[in-house]
């Protein structure tokens, strides 16, 4: 592994100013806007930091070309090497390829598609190992350390921390009318650089961290090396089981608050995205929304700013959250009727949903395993108003001889 390590400066305000040059020379600002959606949401005036408008869809891209061009600084460069769950492997490999540099990316075979489909366009050498990104991390250095690559760290490292911090800068250049923050944490690296220029220039904005309690459970957990089914987290963007040792310190020295959002707290965040500012987040985004429903940002905080960190959601995982969004609504229901297995019975039990204005989205029959002999089960899935018509629907079909049971 190529070794930068004498070269690499500590962490400073002073360091950022110099990654923001680095970051304007190569990246677009990304814009920031009152959300009045999500402001009569939540009783606040919200604003949103729009990082998913990078050309990869995610703020990675900040910290990939500071290191990027530090290391260019020193001459040619042969090949990089990172280990990422998606959107710092976007940033790397994007940019590698723009600056003539080849990329080799170790992801963990639980990388969304859509984000591996997306390095490999950028040019990018995949090797998916692993079931998390600490697997990959290890993989990754040994890599290097094999073939000479150099490392670049998604989150802990000055360079990576000073390019996130570039976010601040623009921030405060574009408004001054903000009293808090939210910022979600994976390694921390995004929460360390916004902290390095907040607390230099507005000491007064009070800054919320947002983990996944995915994140927090594997921190804490020990599992005695016995083999354990890995659980899914749709915040796969701030996945990582322990913050950075550099990112740690600066961090615990001056966020205002950490707390941690769970899996039906963000599901729920991703859709408000989706239906009051008509725009895909993906999970590590949309866990500043569910911090403020959760009740963590204190109530004098009127006017926070949240970063929307990345929109690179697999379009699979996206349709699964909003059917599991619209059956908690109400507006999906599930259920099983046991009929007489003769020609017709489908068309009476379709004919009364239909009658009553819902729609039937999908039908499974089960013969092998019903109840009654003589009898096919039939589960439906149908589309509803409210739960009022689900109730009159069921009510309608027992009164006619079905009976049904929910699922």
Request: hydrophobic share 45%; glycine share 8%.
């Amino acid at each position: 592994m190529t070794d930068h390590t004498s070269s690499t400066p500590a962490v400073s305000y002073e360091l950022t100013l110099k990654a923001l040059a680095n970051v304007r020379a190569n990246l677009e600002e990304t814009p920031l806007s009152r959300s009045i959606a999500l402001s009569a949401l939540t009783g606040r005036e919200i604003m949103l930091k729009w990082d998913n408008k990078l050309i990869t869809g995610s703020f990675k891209e900040r910290g990939a070309v500071n290191f990027l061009c530090h290391l260019l600084e020193s001459g040619p460069v042969s090949a990089v090497c990172a280990a990422s769950a998606g959107n710092h492997a976007l940033g790397l490999s994007y940019h590698s390829k723009r600056f003539g540099i080849r990329c080799v990316l170790v992801m963990p075979k639980s990388a969304p598609l859509v984000k591996v489909q997306s390095c490999e366009r950028n040019g990018a050498d995949i090797i998916l190992h692993g079931d998390t990104f600490n697997d990959a991390f290890s993989y990754a250095q040994e890599l290097c350390d094999r073939e000479g690559y150099t490392f670049i760290p998604p989150f802990d490292h000055p360079l990576i921390i000073a390019g996130q911090a570039s976010l601040a800068h623009e921030l405060l250049a574009q408004s001054a009318d903000f009293d808090s923050i939210i910022v979600p944490i994976g390694g921390g690296g995004l929460m360390a650089g916004v902290i390095t220029v907040l607390r230099a220039m507005r000491p007064d904005i009070y800054i919320l961290g947002v983990q996944s309690s995915w994140a927090v459970m594997h921190s804490a957990s020990s599992w005695h090396g016995l083999p354990r089914l890995q659980p899914m987290t749709i915040a796969d963007g701030i996945a990582v089981k322990q913050i950075g040792a550099i990112t740690g310190p600066i961090i615990r020295s001056s966020v205002d608050a950490l707390v941690s959002v769970n899996e039906q707290e963000t599901a729920t965040a991703l859709v408000q995205f989706l239906e009051r500012e008509h725009v895909v987040v993906e999970g590590c985004a949309a866990v500043t929304l569910a911090a403020i429903n959760a009740g963590h940002l204190p109530e004098r905080c009127k006017k926070p700013v949240l970063i929307v960190t990345g929109s690179n959601i697999d379009v699979n995982l996206l349709s699964r959250l909003l059917g599991r969004e619209m059956s908690q609504r109400d507006r999906l229901v599930r259920l099983r009727a046991s009929l007489p297995d003769r020609p017709g019975v489908l068309h009476f039990l379709s004919g009364v949903i239909a009658n009553e204005g819902a729609n039937v989205l999908e039908v499974t029959h089960d013969r092998s395993f019903a109840r009654e002999p003589g009898n096919v089960e039939i589960t439906l899935i149908i589309e509803v108003r409210d739960a009022a018509q689900r109730e009159r629907i069921v009510s309608l079909l027992e009164e006619s001889g079905i009976p049904i049971t929910l699922i």
